[in-house]
């Protein structure tokens, strides 16, 4: 069945991964509906003269108790950030009248048992893209006489909440109020008038909660996608998001924070839960990504080449340990002082983590290290042992790591740790020009990309979010070659990623050749942004 799934306007790439994610956790997939087992994709479309970008759109889920799953997060198990609320649409329209005529013709057997007797309901009106008064709000429930909410019970009253809460007004007050707004006249609680039953109100838990949604045209500086033009629907509410939990996490109020701390949500987005499995980190840093995972019921582990930054932080009361306490979450099973280009691990220890998250170092906010120091790369000196009583506060010399190698060594990592099935999941930066990115991503033999998404930074550069799932199992021979096709990859791609180039192309001028030009010559004048694209 079609439902209306709006999104909120935020990391616009992220949201269908993020219902497509949910939706193979509540069983989505697991019967045969016509969906497509083998992509295990969901079937979606948008409405009429709207835009992709556009916060609303139809998907077509198996049943209304996936849909309610998806949409309602009061269960850990449910992590969805960007949804807001999942619909049953029973009409849309362009305008009022065909927003009636699509309610008419939507089936009785499908509206009835919301408009009994026995039940109350209230509905809201949402805009989006522009602000309407008050007035304009009753004055669009008012055109809604044509839906049959009538032949109702002394016991209820046909209750419309227009974004105001009047739970608190008294009765009598409440009963003047409605009567007034409809231009009824005074009546005597339960008094039958123009064919509605008038009774007690109940506006905390209504049975049905029913939408009337409405956006503008594109034009108005309103911040809508192009091409976006009007349109109006009216569903019944399957599940609505609560939103409370985000504030929790928000990196203001957390303990411990560094340059590139992040508050999870972006990077787990669209992923599966791991209850009582194994997220690795090998980029901790400040233990953001694993603070998230935590929270989803994930034992947790990192690992970061900075022992300062895992073993001391800012002091015993602010470090990684502390933003974990901080929550009252379980702490990591460990963090160590280890090197990506030089895992620890033994030589014969394969498959123990479900999954690695990671935001490798790519030199924006800030680059990559890995051991071994200027002149012992070179051949200056020869590799030493620290003496035994220096190691307490020995700091480890360390020479810059391009992303290229980095992300190299983070897949033969993920090969050979993850178990079969699990997935590796890590941010890739890329260059945009002229609002088009060509991207070109590694590949490893052991594994398959299944999602990317792209989150939008600045004009000039973004990151994708890679999602990749781990197909095969790892040997040499698989290494050697994926080793070679890397070799052959950043020859061909990734020559803007090597030392310091990606920092260079976000922070240079906009356009050098503008302080030699001519006066004459004016410069290009900026492409128009629409809300949310940037987020």
């Not at 090197?339 to 999954?355: I, M, Q, S, T, Y």
């Not at 004009?459 to 290494?479: F, N, Q, W």
Request: proline share 7%; charged share 25%; glycine share 8%.
């Amino acid at each position: 069945m079609w439902y209306l799934c709006v999104f909120y306007h935020r990391l616009l790439d992220y949201r269908r991964a993020e219902v497509e994610s949910l939706a193979e956790l509540f069983g989505a997939f697991e019967d045969d509906n016509g969906y497509d087992k083998e992509k295990k994709s969901l079937q979606w479309r948008v409405p009429e003269n709207h835009h992709p970008d556009s916060p609303f759109h139809l998907v077509n889920l198996p049943s209304e108790d996936v849909a309610r799953n998806i949409a309602n997060r009061s269960t850990l198990r449910s992590h969805c950030i960007l949804v807001k609320g999942i619909y049953e649409l029973w009409g849309e329209g362009s305008s009022y009248e065909e927003l009636e005529e699509s309610i008419r013709g939507y089936p009785e057997e499908r509206k009835c048992p919301y408009l009994n007797s026995g039940s109350t309901f209230k509905i809201t009106v949402d805009c989006f893209g522009k602000v309407i008064s008050f007035q304009e709000q009753t004055e669009r429930i008012k055109g809604l006489a044509y839906i049959p909410f009538k032949v109702w019970s002394s016991s209820f009253l046909c209750c419309f909440i227009v974004g105001l809460e009047l739970r608190d007004m008294p009765e009598i007050a409440f009963r003047s109020y409605f009567l007034d707004l409809y231009e009824y006249e005074a009546v005597e609680k339960g008094e039958r008038v123009s064919g509605y039953w008038v009774g007690r109100a109940s506006l905390r838990n209504p049975d049905h909660n029913f939408w009337l949604m409405e956006t503008d045209d594109y034009g108005t500086n309103n911040g809508l996608p192009p091409i976006m033009q009007r349109r109006i629907f009216f569903g019944r509410e399957v599940g609505c998001a609560d939103r409370k939990l985000l504030p929790t996490y928000q990196l203001k109020s957390r303990t411990y924070l560094g340059p590139t701390a992040m508050d999870g949500n972006g990077i787990l987005n669209g992923q599966p839960n791991w209850p009582n499995q194994l997220v690795y980190d090998p980029f901790v840093g400040t233990g953001s990504i694993l603070v998230a995972a935590a929270h989803f019921g994930a034992m947790t582990m990192g690992a970061d080449i900075d022992i300062r930054v895992v073993r001391d932080g800012r002091g015993p009361d602010c470090n990684v340990w502390s933003n974990f306490k901080q929550y009252g979450l379980p702490m990591p099973v460990a963090l160590l002082r280890a090197d990506n280009n030089l895992p620890p691990w033994r030589p014969g220890l394969k498959e123990v983590f479900d999954a690695i998250i990671c935001d490798p170092p790519y030199g924006v906010c800030a680059g990559g290290r890995k051991s071994g120091g200027r002149k012992l790369l070179r051949g200056t000196v020869d590799p030493y042992s620290v003496p035994d009583d220096k190691r307490t506060d020995h700091i480890p010399s360390t020479a810059p790591y391009c992303l290229a190698e980095c992300v190299h060594d983070l897949l033969d990592l993920a090969a050979r740790m993850i178990v079969m099935g699990g997935r590796l999941v890590f941010f890739y930066p890329v260059l945009r020009e002229d609002d088009f990115v060509e991207i070109h991503f590694l590949e490893h033999p052991c594994f398959k990309l299944i999602a990317t998404t792209e989150q939008m930074l600045s004009s000039r550069y973004s990151r994708v979010l890679l999602t990749m799932v781990k197909i095969g199992s790892y040997t040499e021979e698989i290494a050697e070659a994926a080793r070679m096709k890397h070799i052959e990859f950043r020859e061909n791609h990734l020559k803007w990623l090597e030392d310091g180039n990606l920092h260079s192309a976000v922070f240079s001028p906009a356009d050098p050749l503008l302080t030699a030009a001519d006066d004459s010559k004016s410069p290009k004048e900026p492409k128009p942004k629409y809300r949310g694209k940037y987020v």
